[in-house]
């Protein structure tokens, strides 16, 4: 397969992202942009409710999003997440047990899929987002 060339117009920030990328890892900057365009590629599409919810996310206030990038999932909930892992690993799980293993692991993924996108809008927003400065707001 052979490679398409394009022109593309990408913004300052960007840019200037792709650059120290660049500089950091000593590759061509068309490189490291060729490298975000496959990547985006080849992420899984999300369902449209998903979709739709980490859109309206860019309108949240900084608290809010801070909020959200700090959410844990409650201690019993991941006690019992614990719990039924273990079981399932040991192929002790009944059938309910891996119903709610299932369902606790897509509320975990969908949790930290939402402190994903808060982070990266925070990031954009020029905020350093770091587990110490999660964890100060999350006491």
């Keep these: 397969m052979s490679d398409r060339v394009i022109t593309l117009s990408v913004s300052e920030q960007a840019y200037a992202r792709a650059q120290e ?5 000593a590759q ?11 990547a985006a ?10 979709a739709a919810e ?7 206030s900084d ?4 909020t959200i990038a700090s959410e ?3 201690r ?6 614990s719990l039924l892992l273990k079981l399932n690993e040991r192929d002790a799980a009944t059938p309910q047990e891996i119903e709610e293993l299932d369902q606790l692991l897509e509320r975990g993924n969908r949790l930290m899929l ?7 809008i925070l990031t954009e927003r020029g905020y350093t987002v770091r587990p110490e400065n999660l964890a100060k707001r999350h006491e």
């Design 114 to 120: 939402r402190k994903a996108e808060a982070a990266a």
């Design 21 to 25: 990328i660049a500089a950091r890892t």
């Design 76 to 81: 019993p909930e991941q006690e019992r997440l």
């Design 28 to 38: 061509p900057i068309e490189s490291v942009l060729r490298g975000w365009v496959e």
């Design 54 to 60: 980490l859109k309206a996310m860019q309108a949240l």
């Design 41 to 50: 590629g080849s992420m899984p599409s999300l369902a449209p409710d998903d």
């Design 63 to 66: 608290d809010a999003l801070w």
């Design 72 to 74: 844990q999932m409650p």
